[in-house]
């Protein structure tokens, strides 16, 4: 494997935990990781040495994301909903049962934020990227990121104390 591939290799789990953000459901964030990678080799001409890799494939991620929102809008319009069982496991690697609990009640404030401050909190909270990287990523100003981040931020802190998790 060569150094663009080692670093796709290296960046998988990363990928895994921001589909985890993006899909609420185990096997599309599994298969939304598949379709990144799978255009990030495809694309691989277009990425240019020096640049994070990272940021890179989060915005492929993302782009893939809206894509398969706006074809599932049109779709529901046409179909419609079937009932599916929300299945939210905590990590199993969490032996706690209370650390287990409040995990899964992080994962489903995360998930209730609106999209945009979704996305800003998973990019800088959770992948550490830098404003100006995640920025970047979504396409927006430094400025605009900052405040969906700050809005995030206070709506996640305001579900947990409700409901008394120190996060």
């Known amino acids: 494997m060569d150094e663009f591939q080692n670093g ?4 998988l789990p990363r990928l895994r935990r921001f589909a985890r953000v993006v899909r609420s459901q185990d096997a599309d964030a599994q298969d939304l990781v598949q379709q990144t990678v799978e ?11 020096g640049t994070r890799l990272d940021s890179w494939a989060f915005t492929i ?16 319009r046409i179909l419609s909903p079937s009932s599916e069982t929300d299945d939210r496991a905590p990590d199993r690697s ?5 650390a287990r609990a409040d995990a899964m009640a992080m994962r489903d ?9 979704r996305h800003a909190v998973a990019l800088v909270l959770i992948e550490g990227l830098t404003y100006a990287e995640a920025a970047k990523v979504l396409g927006i100003p430094v400025g605009t990121l900052t405040s969906r981040l700050v809005r995030g931020r206070l709506a996640l802190v ?10």
């Open 8 to 11: 796709l290799v290296e960046l």
């Open 39 to 49: 255009r990030a080799l495809a694309s691989r001409h277009t990425f240019r040495p």
């Open 61 to 76: 991620m993302r782009r893939i994301a809206i894509d398969d929102g706006r074809s599932a809008r049109r779709w529901s």
């Open 94 to 98: 969490i032996a706690d049962e209370d």
């Open 109 to 117: 404030a995360i998930h209730r934020l609106p999209d945009d401050q």
């Open 158 to 167: 305001e579900t947990l104390s409700s409901q008394e998790i120190s996060g």
